[in-house]
């Protein structure tokens, strides 16, 4: 494939991402296990800080409740939730090759056989080679308990929606919400895609980060224009570039078959927009489908208006994994710095919102004497109860200052001779590179005021 400067661009992402600690190819010594990726030490600092930051925006308001559900559910669920009969991809198979196609993209695939390098999957297919399309379910399947029969069959969630759905009354009678009220959850959820493709965006296990809010029906419109509003906002206060976001309004013969509305929020990847997080109004649908196939009543009972309903969902459905490819992506810079000679070089950053940063500071000693490093050691020792620090004391300081650029640290630490004379130390901010003076017994507060302090 040709590359362009956005491909170029991606692999260096990829490259960085794994050099430097953020993600790597799931069981790498054994060839890796396609649709896999594992968070490495700086990945999985970025991607609790997402999850943490969205969990802070859901429930840390007095309408919206936190659970956990189980990932292996009652198979009845999926039946309610229509995943057996609907959540499936049209298929077929090259019967010479063996390779598998979703029916629907195979113009854009190429042929599976290595042999026929670069040739199109339609030729393949006007030469009479495929098999008619099936549907193939995109749910895991496995069994409870010993023995292998339909009659043990559960699903790993394809996800996390639906453990809200069932628990509605549980959380609702327990923390005592009234409607409209919503309910959050951050878990993994498994899908066997056919195609896995462009790095953490289209994977076979992932992470979900949703909340459903219950509403009245009749209100319903309203809210789900509060949760666009809400759910837009939250990626631009985290520091993607807002031209980057775009809204994609779901034809309605597109719609799926639980929506009455739905909007995805789109990033420009490299590779293009792609859907990082949808909302969408579910209207009655999922209550009353297990209260169907539940038997039991899943109504809401309003005490001051005494009237019994089946509440409206508003969907706010976000990939985790989704989300921190999209900020790994949307920091990521290459640009001009000058050396400490004067001249310019070019350095890579990663401007990520200062909340999401993997690594807050960095401390350095300028040289390892005249009891530099003892200083030094001395911040660093102050600061890591509260914030994680990284400790360099090897090469110059203009080249620890690039090793941090790299993984986004806003904030470097140098201790140098001045220090050893007033106890002031140098500060240097990651985007500006400016340099300022500090009390070294000031840091830990700095950092506070930096990284806790309400946005303004
Ligand atoms: N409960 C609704 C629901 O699951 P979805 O549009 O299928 O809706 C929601 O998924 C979000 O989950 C997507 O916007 C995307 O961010 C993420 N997602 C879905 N499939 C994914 C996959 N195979 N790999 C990574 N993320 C995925």
């Known amino acids: 494939m040709a590359t362009t400067p956005d491909s170029a661009m991606m692999d260096k992402l990829v490259s960085l991402a794994k050099r430097r600690g953020f993600v790597f190819q799931s069981s790498e010594i054994y060839g890796g296990l396609n649709g896999c990726w594992d968070y490495g030490p700086l990945g999985v600092e970025l991607l609790n800080n997402v999850k943490s930051q969205w969990w802070k925006a859901m429930t840390f308001r007095e309408d919206v409740e936190g659970i956990d559900a189980a990932i292996l559910m009652h198979p009845k669920v999926w039946e309610a939730s229509g995943h057996v009969a609907n959540f499936t991809d049209p298929m077929v198979d090259c019967r010479e090759c063996k390779a598998r196609f979703r029916a629907d993209q195979i113009e854009e695939s190429l042929c599976g056989n290595p042999g026929y390098k670069g040739r199109k999957a339609s030729k393949c297919q006007a030469e009479g080679k495929f098999t008619e399309a099936r549907q193939f379910n995109l749910m895991f399947k496995t069994f409870v308990g010993p023995v292998e029969d339909e009659g043990a069959v559960v699903y790993l969630r394809p996800e996390t929606a639906q453990g809200i759905f069932v628990n509605f009354l549980n959380v609702q009678s327990a923390s005592r919400q009234k409607i409209p009220f919503g309910i959050a959850q951050i878990g993994k959820a498994f899908r066997n895609e056919i195609n896995t493709k462009n790095f953490l965006f289209r994977t076979r296990e992932f992470e979900q980060m949703e909340m459903q809010f219950f509403v009245k029906p009749g209100t319903d419109v309203e809210w789900f224009e509060y949760w666009k509003e809400q759910r837009i906002r939250w990626f631009a206060d985290l520091g993607i570039t807002k031209d980057r ?212």
């Open 245 to 456: 976001l775009q809204w994609h309004r779901h034809e309605p013969e597109k719609l799926a078959h639980y929506a009455k509305d739905a909007f995805d929020i789109e990033y420009q990847f490299p590779f293009g927009w792609g859907e990082i997080e949808g909302i969408h109004n579910r209207t009655d649908f999922d209550l009353s489908r297990h209260e169907e196939f539940s038997g039991k009543s899943m109504k809401y009972f309003d005490e001051g208006s005494k009237e019994r309903y089946t509440p409206y969902i508003i969907e706010t459905s976000a990939g985790a994994s989704r989300s921190f490819m999209a900020f790994l992506v949307d920091a990521y810079r290459e640009e001009e710095a000058p050396t400490a000679d004067g001249k310019m070089e070019m350095r890579v950053v990663m401007r990520f919102h200062r909340k999401l940063s993997p690594m807050k500071a960095a401390v350095f000693p300028l040289v390892n004497r005249d009891g530099m490093p003892e200083i030094a050691k001395k911040i660093e020792l102050a600061i890591r109860p509260h914030f994680r620090v990284f400790y360099d004391d090897s090469g110059a300081v203009g080249r620890r200052y690039r090793r941090q650029d790299e993984i986004g640290t806003p904030y470097c630490f140098t201790v140098d001779s001045q220090t050893l004379q007033d106890q002031t130390i140098t500060v240097r901010e990651r985007d500006s590179m400016k340099q300022e003076r500090l009390s070294a017994d000031k840091v830990v507060q700095f950092l506070r005021d930096q990284f806790e302090a309400p946005e303004k």
